[in-house]
Structure formats: C-alpha cells, structure tokens
C-alpha cells in the first residue's frame, strides 16, 4: 500500500470502506456528503464530522450494463446500483450476482466494500448481496 | 433592456464524417449563418462556441480562437463548456451581452468531432461529465446514468419500455423530411423494443446516436437588424439556467429534473409566459427517458405524467405540443458541443415557416428550447417566440 496518493480524501475514504470503516461527512443540520469536502455542499456548514455508515444500504436504483468504456471492458455486463447507507447514498457495482436484469431490485439489501477493477485493478466501490437477505 | 433577434441559422449536416476537421465543421455552420442572417462577418463584435470534449477527439484545447479564424471573425472569441449544454449556455451569454449593449452581433453556437474515435472511448469521453471519483470510477457510463434514472422514475412512478419506445418512433418519424438529420428513416415501436441492450431497461433505441457537426447563430440586437435591415423575424425573449448536485446518487430526486424545472421557470420569468404559451418544444432527448423529464420539468406534464405525453400523443407531431420536431438528438444527432446551438436553430426554423415540418406548428408563436449538461446537473433553456 505504498502508492502514491492520487486523489487526497477520497482514496483515504475508499480505504476505510475497504476496511469496513466507511463513513459519510455530516454538517449540523445533518445533511451527508462524501469526501473530500470543506463545506457541507448542501447548506455551506463549514463544520463536518465523520460518521459511520450504515452496515447495510437500501438499493434505489440500478442498471444492467452492456457497453462501457475501455477501463470496465473486462467487467461488462455489469449491475450499477445507487443504495442508501443513511447519512449518503453510494454508487458501485453489485458483484456476487448473475448480472441479469432481474438480479437486482429496488428495495434490495447490499454491503458496501472496495475490489478491483477486472481490467486493470484499479479500486472501485462493490456492492455484495446482504447475507441476512 | 435590448431585444434580442436570431438573425440566421446554420447547421453542418450531422452524421458521420471522421475525416473532416472540427474548424471545418464550424466553419460550415458559421457561413451558412451568414449566408441566413445577411449580415457581414465584420460586424461580428464576439465568437461564443460550445464544445466538450475537443482535447479528448482531437488533441485540441483552445478551440475558440481556430473556431474564430474558421468562421472568418476577428473578435474576442471565448469557448464554453457544460457538457452536452456547452452550446446552450454559449447562447445564453450571447444573449445576455446583446442584452447588455455590450455587443450588437454576437456569432454562437458549438461543434463535436466524435465518430474519428472508436465507440468505446467515446462511451469513456461521454463519461467525463459525470463525477469522476464517485461515479465514473464506480462503473457509471452515460447510458448507465441515465439508466438508474429510467429505473428510479419506472419505480416511483411507472412506465415501460413501450411507453420510451413510443418516444423513439415518435423522434425517429419527425426526421425523416429533416434534412440535417443522422437517422432519415422511421422506427417503429417494436423495432424498438427488439433492439439490444445498451444500459438495462435502456436499449439501442431509447440512445442518441454518436454524431459529428456544428451549429451557428448569428445574435443581433433588434436595433441592428432594424438599423441594417436585417430580416430577423424570431426573437430570444427568455433566457434561464439551472445547476443541481453533479452526481446523481447526492440529488434529492433520482426521476426528476429540478435544474431544468429551475432553468424554465427563470426562462419562463424572463419571457413573461408560462407552459400553456408553449406552441411547439425542442428538449435534450440524449435518451428517451430524458425526453419524459424534460416534458416534466417544462411543466408540460405532471411528474409522473411525461411517461405516456408522446405514447398519448400529446407531443407527437400531430398533438396540441409537437416535442422534438427536428428529430431530436435521439434521430438528428447528438454532436455534444453543438446540440444546444442546434435545438435554437431548428426552433428558429420552425417558427418561421423554412423548416420542412414547419407546416405541422403552421401558426405557433412560442417555442422553447431545453438543453441538458451530463445528467442534468446544469440546463439551460430559451424561449422564442415570433416577432413581427
């Protein structure tokens, strides 16, 4: 883990998802962002602390991927999903399922981690089935 | 406040041409807006140009100055980049300057290179107009985004995939006389729903093609065109913009649209109309779906009601609100940087009776142009509206 820091806040963020330590920034008025941030992007709030995201996310979205750029090629198809982990939704892609249109559903409930992207295995947000589903 | 006049129109075939250049493509658009407005390229007092993603196609940052040398202007020239709105918004600051009295003759519009690149590297070109850390680098793509719309808004609201294949039929049917179009032939609902998928529930269909072209406006005051005699008959009467959070996963509204329903109520402010003044529409229909929440945000249809407007009828060539005369981008082409420049030229052409389906909005009055950025994180929209 000696790679030079490329996006400062965001990669320390994604390295704590991948330790099961997310966390969303949260002004006073509660309103949840992601880093890296100096003001809520919602009211202006310049004061921010880091709260735990929820353990599992609710599925609002999603789509079935079939054509992507050159870095997901190894990927596709591909399920994206936006789930809602309290404080902040998160996107990524759902893995541990047959990436059909039917494999996700709106309601559904997903972890949130870090894996590799197939193509060059560069980090991305990965969404897993809930084991209590 | 000045009144502002659309002087002339011109528009480079859209379509494929991989080996013309982007100042060649400008430079078409700008002479036959010229040639339309009858005014020299001398009088131009600044050059306003849309266009995204010119250092991705073609090694090309800068672009404003080549773009004033190709269209003959010696001016302050300024590029604007807003995503798939980069023309739009260059029209709003050209309206906004001729406002001003800062400048009589403003030239504006845009224009994208895209088919010189392989589709895959254009799917990644698109793709930059979306938060790069938080979506592009979870696997969004465009079509993907638009994607997790179509599915928020068949959750919370209904709809199918017939209803979007009706707007595709309804797109694809209204290109066919358009001589600028990509696409010239008709789609039917069924060869719609048959085609395969690009970004499930959205298929080859419910997508704008990837298109080559430009676009050109030449701006003037209505005291220019009077004191030139210049025939300028359609005139800018409302100008409105609208910014919402960049990725969709922190907006409020996953199906809904608010920096469009923002941009129209300023434009509509501005113009002193409201959406039953709407005689004919030309909205940022990229994908089918976005055709449904642009109806929407114009206010010419509830949320939740813009699903069933073209399936209906309602804006269908023949209904009370024809949407996407031209083709639209879905069937006329989706050169990024020029679109928003093209939607103005085509309205300005329908309200005047030259475009070949003017005959269907023979007596309209007022129209209105919807231009869209990324997901719709920014909009722009004009109203027009016949002036003499």
């Not at chain 2, 980049?81 to 009295?101: F, N």
């Amino acid at each position: 883990m000696s790679a030079p820091e490329r996006n400062g806040g965001h990669d320390a963020w994604l390295d704590a998802l991948a330790d099961g330590e997310g966390y969303a920034l949260v002004c006073p008025d509660g309103h949840g962002s992601l880093p890296p941030r100096r003001v809520c992007p919602e009211c202006g709030a310049d004061s921010l602390t880091a709260e735990p995201l929820a353990e599992t996310g609710t599925v609002e979205t999603r789509s079935v991927v079939h054509v992507a750029g050159p870095r997901f090629a190894a990927d596709t198809p591909y399920v994206t999903a936006i789930a809602d982990f309290g404080p902040v939704r998160l996107t990524g892609i759902v893995r541990g399922i047959d990436p059909a249109a039917d494999a996700v559903a709106v309601g559904d409930r997903l972890t949130a981690t870090v894996e590799e992207r197939g193509g060059d295995g560069d980090s991305l947000v990965a969404f897993r089935p809930a084991d209590d589903e | 406040m000045t009144d502002v006049r659309v002087a002339g129109v011109g528009l480079t075939q859209f379509g494929r041409h991989p080996d013309r250049t982007g100042r060649d493509l400008f430079a078409t658009a700008a002479l036959r807006a010229f040639e339309d407005a009858g005014v020299p390229r001398e009088d131009v007092d600044e050059l306003n140009y849309g266009n995204f993603m010119g250092a991705l196609a073609e090694h090309q940052g800068h672009q404003a100055p080549l773009m004033a040398e190709a269209a003959g202007v010696n001016c302050p020239s300024t590029r604007y980049e807003e995503a798939c709105a980069s023309a739009g918004v260059a029209v709003r600051e050209a309206v906004r300057t001729v406002r001003s009295g800062e400048a009589d003759v403003v030239l504006a519009g845009g224009m994208e290179r895209m088919t010189n690149l392989p589709t895959e590297e254009v799917t990644e070109g698109l793709a930059i107009a979306a938060d790069d850390l938080f979506e592009v680098r979870a696997g969004v793509t465009f079509p993907g985004a638009y994607a997790l719309m179509t599915t928020a808004y068949f959750d919370r609201y209904g709809g199918s995939r017939r209803d979007l294949a009706h707007v595709a039929a309804k797109n694809h049917a209204n290109a066919v006389p358009n001589e600028y179009a990509q696409y010239r032939e008709a789609v039917s609902v069924e060869e719609a729903l048959d085609a395969p998928p690009v970004a499930e529930p959205l298929h080859l269909y419910d997508a704008c093609p990837i298109t080559d072209g430009a676009s050109a406006l030449v701006i003037v005051s209505a005291e220019y065109a009077a004191d030139n005699d210049v025939d300028a008959p359609v005139a800018v009467t409302g100008t409105g913009q609208g910014t919402d959070r960049m990725a969709l996963a922190d907006r409020e509204f996953l199906a809904r649209t608010p920096a469009a329903a923002d941009a129209a109520a300023a434009a509509y402010a501005d113009a002193d109309i409201g959406p039953a003044d709407v005689d004919v529409a030309e909205v940022h229909d990229c994908f089918t779906i976005a055709e449904v929440l642009a109806v929407e945000a114009l206010g010419f249809a509830d949320h939740g009601e813009g699903i069933g407007a073209a399936r209906d009828g309602l804006t269908t060539a023949d209904g009370d609100l024809p949407v996407n005369l031209s083709g639209g981008l879905k069937a006329k082409g989706h050169p990024v940087g020029a679109t928003g420049g093209s939607q103005i030229a085509e309205l300005t052409r329908l309200l005047r009776g030259d475009h070949p389906n003017s005959e269907r909005v023979a007596d309209a009055e007022v129209g209105v142009a919807h231009n869209a950025g990324g997901t719709v994180a920014s909009a722009v929209v004009h109203v027009l509206e016949v002036a003499e």
